[in-house]
């Protein structure tokens, strides 16, 4: 059977794969299409299975809003390369992953990936598998929440790099956006200092006392130079006691009392935090070659 020109377009417009691949997959199957697609899938699944291992730190950051700002999702979706992640399949696929994870709210990544990308179609995972076998790099729903509100929901995303949900009460939509955007800026670990995990002061407290122990005051000294940077920390690391953004002669605690408002809870992504990211050092790669040659 002659593989037309026409017959290779409508399988690449299918699977999205490249037009020698779909022209060899066709001859292999004599022109059967169905059974191409098939072909294809197979190749795809492979290598995405080769691509598990590779490290993917790069991507973007989606947030969606429900209804009155009630309700919101934040995912992030990386992949390897920066290049990538500008791409419009790539940024296609994270708004159709956030989309898909504020209609259904599951429970965790793995009961994501089981569910259809969108109403009726293929699952999460196998669309994503589809498009690592398009693109050539691995790419991965890392990971996603899901915030309800009795008040409202402040969302704010900085380019495709920083996300930050706030559940606020009393607040307006534009005040919980802006207390997001210098969630955004300033990076607080909690919203008060009772909230801040007892690991992170622990760490923290561990790294002033070796520093304190350095100063050779005495131990009753010390131990007031530790608690004054431990304090210190709380009030620059946490949101209530930050000076904000907006307003450096207020705090955000001072701006919420104006406001007659809370904030109960934020969350704040960023792409790639946490990863142990591959460092390339290039001219150790070409001394290598030039060794070999």
Do not use: W
């Amino acid at each position: 059977m002659e593989i037309t020109a026409t017959l290779v377009k409508e399988l690449r417009e299918r699977t999205g794969s490249g037009m020698m691949e779909c022209k060899k997959a066709l001859l292999e199957t004599k022109g059967d299409i169905e059974t191409a697609v098939e072909v294809l899938r197979k190749a795809g699944l492979a290598q995405a299975d080769k691509k598990a291992g590779r490290i993917a730190a790069e991507g973007m950051i989606v947030a969606a809003l429900g209804p009155n700002a009630k309700q919101a999702v934040m995912a992030e979706v990386n992949c390897e390369t920066d290049f990538v992640a500008k791409g419009d399949a790539f940024k296609q696929f994270a708004q159709d992953v956030a989309q898909r994870v504020l209609a259904s709210r599951p429970k965790d990544v793995d009961a994501l990936l089981a569910l259809p990308l969108k109403d009726g179609g293929e699952t999460v995972d196998s669309a994503q598998r589809a498009l690592v076998a398009r693109i050539g790099e691995k790419i991965g729903v890392r990971r996603f929440v899901c915030l309800e509100s009795k008040g409202l929901i402040g969302a704010y995303t900085h380019g495709v790099r920083i996300g930050v949900l706030v559940d606020s009460e009393g607040a307006d939509a534009e005040l919980a956006k802006r207390i997001a955007m210098h969630i955004a800026a300033n990076k607080p670990v909690a919203v008060a200092p009772r909230d801040v995990p007892a690991g992170t002061i622990a760490k923290e407290r561990e790294i002033y006392a070796a520093q304190a122990a350095e100063s050779g005051k005495p131990a009753a000294i010390v131990e007031k130079m530790i608690e004054g940077r431990v304090n210190k920390f709380l009030a620059e690391s946490t949101l209530l006691s930050q000076p904000y953004l907006h307003d450096a002669e207020k705090t955000v605690a001072q701006v919420l009392q104006d406001a007659q408002a809370q904030v109960l809870r934020f969350e704040r992504f960023e792409v790639g935090e946490g990863i142990a990211k591959k460092t390339e050092n290039f001219a150790e790669e070409v001394m290598a070659q030039v060794r070999k040659g």
